[in-house]
Nanobody
């Protein structure tokens, strides 16, 4: 049974930093592209960042480029999202996902999903 478990979300002030983690089990983690999505109240889930299976290619939404960094540790079956210079508009539930490729991941098809972790940025 595949499980993705996010952690690290909390309330933080604008300008602050957070590091989200997503621990995977039940799959050959190093064979999957992984990424982060977010969904704020009343909006559709949106792409935030993705990383390929080896970790040498990363992709970001324009809204987070230069502020967020995605990384992975295949030995620990974990993907991270370092979030700096947080803004109130970053407030959302953040979801971790894994898929066979970055393309299918970004299309949100054929992916495994975590349960989400709440990030709230106060102004």
């Amino acid at each position: 049974q595949v499980q993705l478990v996010e952690s690290g979300g909390r309330l933080v002030q604008a300008g602050g930093s957070l590091r989200l983690s997503c621990a995977a089990s039940g799959l050959t983690f190093s064979s999957y592209a992984t990424g982060w999505f977010r969904q704020s109240s009343g909006k559709e889930r949106e792409f935030v960042a993705a990383i390929n299976w080896s970790g040498d290619s990363t992709y970001y939404a324009d809204s987070v480029k230069g502020r967020f960094t995605i990384s992975r540790d295949n030995g620990m079956s974990t993907v991270y999202l370092q979030m700096n210079s947080l803004k109130p508009e970053d407030t959302a539930i953040y979801y971790c996902a894994a898929s066979s490729s970055v393309r299918t991941l970004r299309r949100q098809t054929s992916a495994y999903w975590g349960q989400g972790t709440q990030v709230t940025v106060s102004s």
